[in-house]
């Protein structure tokens, strides 16, 4: 039983009991529009995906799921993504890895030790930034829809409040079968979803370590000034690729009035680095845009949030350690700090790991289907990352390739955390050590 409540076998067994309720509930007939009773293994994707805050479906959510359906898959990703954040924070805490929350908590850190008042005050201000800002966008959608869209009350109520949740916790998920294509000249719809998506992206420690520092750079936390950092270099580099290579398509930005395809490039630069919404058609894409698509995926955002990826700390340190090796340092450093051996090998683990489940997965899936090796990658990345964008192949994967797709999505959630904690709290060294040997490198 203690084995159990070890938090690194217990979240994973939390999310997996989270799924499980879900496919339950998705299974019932009431679940869907017609009320036929749906697949076992549709329900269990959907959940799996709710949960995970992927937003890759097998079917359309807008017209196969009713009402009590969608509602269940909005209180799924609310959920997963609440979860995340907390247990993420928690467990970073845990494994002394944490941030100033107060004074004396960075005591107990250090000493590996975590008392309940801690805990109820980081998940406090997970839930109290989680409700602030997805009532503002929720608003901001609900008016917009109702004065630019004719739309009544309730209808535009209920559209604000699922895009809000989902932008929030990164989910992906939208009421609308076209995601939200509809609305790709509405910077008043666009905007407010891609700054609800930067916002959790960034991750809950560089949240709280804004609004404590405001704009006092110096007094930010190391992990702050990377995931900053990095996050706007990524945005800026996103958005230039897609705005140069996709100018031109007759299928994405080139039918577009200039304002129309900077607002639409801008959204598109957010989106796969953590969320699934689309206002292009991701499918019509330029190779060139895919493989950038694949970079912003796999590196997705920021840590401790529900944003998924290697993380952006996780690329920076890989790169110091490149940087380092270059100019042949002893230490890999950033802003004046240096890396230790133990957060270099728990970089280099998770992208090492990452990087062999993606290509075990895709080469499995080429196996077993005829679609482009390229679109085949992108599903695999984004289904481990949890980004939720496709190319248009989820829905027509055969029930083995829906199973892969399930684990990379349950694995990307919780592995990825789960590694980073385990290789942090169970650091051991034998008495002993080998001769040394070095092979030739390179």
Not at 5 to 26: D, H, M, S, V, Y
Not at 171 to 176: C, D, R
Not at 182 to 200: E, H, K, N, R, W
Not at 244 to 256: D, G, R, Y
Request: aromatic share 10%.
């Amino acid at each position: 039983m203690n084995a159990l409540l070890n938090p690194i076998r217990l979240i994973p067994l939390l999310f997996a009991g989270a799924i499980a309720i879900g496919t339950l509930l998705l299974w019932l007939p009431i679940a869907t529009a017609d009320g036929s009773q749906p697949a076992l293994l549709t329900a269990f994707f959907t959940s799996t995906s709710a949960i995970a805050v992927t937003g890759l479906i097998v079917e359309d959510t807008a017209t196969y799921w009713s009402f009590f359906g969608q509602t269940v898959i909005l209180a799924l990703f609310q959920i997963g993504g609440f979860g995340i954040m907390a247990s993420a924070t928690l467990l970073g805490l845990i494994a002394g890895r944490g941030f100033d929350l107060r004074s004396r908590m960075a005591t107990r850190v250090e000493r590996g030790r975590l008392d309940r008042a801690d805990a109820r005050s980081v998940l406090f201000l997970v839930f109290a930034i989680t409700l602030i800002v997805e009532a503002v966008v929720a608003a901001i959608l609900t008016v917009r829809l109702v004065w630019a869209y004719d739309y009544g009350w309730a209808s535009a109520a209920w559209h604000g409040i699922f895009h809000a949740v989902s932008a929030f916790n990164n989910a992906g998920f939208s009421s609308y079968s076209d995601s939200v294509m509809g609305f790709q000249s509405d910077g008043f719809v666009l905007v407010p979803i891609m700054l609800a998506v930067i916002i959790t992206a960034l991750g809950f420690p560089v949240m709280q370590d804004l609004q404590e520092n405001r704009l006092n750079w110096r007094r930010y936390s190391l992990h702050t000034k990377v995931t900053v950092v990095g996050t706007a270099i990524l945005l800026a580099l996103g958005f230039g690729s897609i705005l140069a290579m996709e100018w031109s398509n007759p299928e994405t930005l080139a039918p577009m009035a200039f304002s129309d395809k900077i607002l639409n490039a801008a959204f598109h630069s957010v989106m796969p680095r953590t969320a699934g919404f689309n206002s292009l058609d991701v499918g019509a894409f330029r190779d060139e845009t895919l493989l950038t698509n694949y970079g912003l995926m796999f590196i997705g955002g920021g840590s401790a949030g529900t944003a998924g990826g290697i993380k952006i700390t996780t690329a920076a340190v890989i790169l110091a350690m490149v940087i380092s090796e270059i100019w042949r340092r002893n230490d890999a450093t950033l802003y004046q700090r240096r890396f230790g051996v133990d957060v270099q090998r728990q970089a280099l683990s998770i992208a090492v790991l990452a990087s062999v489940l993606i290509l075990s997965a895709t080469s499995f899936l080429a196996v077993v289907t005829d679609f482009d090796l390229k679109d085949i990658l992108f599903e695999c990345i984004s289904a481990f990352s949890t980004v939720g964008l496709s190319t248009g192949i989820t829905g027509d994967l055969p029930p083995s390739g829906q199973i892969v797709i399930i684990l990379l999505m349950f694995v990307g959630r919780v592995g990825t955390i789960t590694v980073a904690t385990a290789l942090a709290l169970n650091t051991s060294s034998r008495p002993y050590r080998y001769p040394e040997e070095n092979p030739i490198v390179g």
